[in-house]
């Protein structure tokens, strides 16, 4: 691809993406050929801040698993309701960096169709 066209790629989708991340994803685009534009285009990512707030509200349901595709977790923080909250709470710290990874094998199984 076009090196104007990956930067603006970058620019528009970089918060979806840890920033140790943002480079190989951009070496990977810079590599890839234009008939991969279209698949990464209508690729939809998870908002970080969005599923923060999901985890919050609706963390010891476990829907914030749910929504990353993790349902086995989902279905046990359910059940469990959250680990008696302590999974929870846990989840809030880590569930930003867990939706950018998702967003990260989201983006690397587009480039590789």
Known sequence: MEID???QYLMANAK??????????RDGL???DDSKLLPLMSTEFKDPTIMLIISILAGQLGVDRFLLGEVGLGVLKLITCGGLG???????????????DYNNQRIQQALMR
Request: avoid cysteine; glycine fraction near 0%.
């Open 5 to 7: 066209k990956v930067n």
């Open 86 to 100: 302590i999974w929870a709470i846990v989840d809030w710290f880590l569930i930003m960096d867990k939706t950018k």
């Open 30 to 32: 810079l590599e890839a």
């Open 16 to 25: 979806y993406f840890n920033s140790r991340d943002v480079m190989l994803i």
